[in-house]
């Protein structure tokens, strides 16, 4: 993810590219950040910059800062979870992979000809495409329809972060979710994007709704499970 003057204060662009490396694994629970040197040498900013991110993620319980010890990880799961039920990603990280947003992108699409998003959004929404690797190998392709009324930014590295903390900042709380799973045989696109011969895969189709019960988000995810398993942890 690129850093812009128009995209908001430096210090906050950083800190959610640090978070989202977090969350993904590439800096582990209970393992150091880059010292802020480092950090400051990779996104040619200033020591307070990079102070100002870092303060901003000890704030918000991902991190610990000790001296002579350096910025810590302490936890590594979203801070605003959907359910009591781990979510697969947390899963992952936990099991010690990584997880990576390789390609992402926006578009306005004409959904007319699908009942459920043209009942909701009417005649167009956003489209957003993201393909994301598990241990550097193709594991998920997600295609997400959002109604165009949340006027999403339509800079596609904006969506290499968390979806989600972007509906957030829109004003999006979410009240519930439903997930429906399925084995499907993909479009052509889908085998590529995946890198795949054709065969049927997993599919989970995710309904998201706000708190006036409307539909803010309609995904469908495209697992490739040859790789790894889609796993669900419920606390009890």
Known sequence: MKLGRKKGPLYLQIKEILKERILNGIYPK???IPPEQELEVEFGVSKITIRNAVEQLVNEGYVEKRSGVGTTVLDNSPVSKLSKGQNFSEFLVSQGHQITKK???ITIEDVTSHPVLASHYGEKCFRISRLYYLDNQPYIYYLH??????????EAEVYQSSLYDLLYQKGVTFQ???????VVIPS????????IEQQPLLQRTRFAYDNDDQLIEYSVGYYNTNIHKYVVNFEV
């Open 188 to 195: 052509q696109d889908v085998w590529e994007q995946l890198q």
């Open 176 to 182: 519930r979710f439903k997930d429906e799973f399925s």
């Open 103 to 105: 390609q992402a992108m």
């Open 145 to 154: 329809y959002i109604p165009l009324t949340l006027s999403l930014p339509l």
């Open 30 to 32: 209970h393992t150091n």
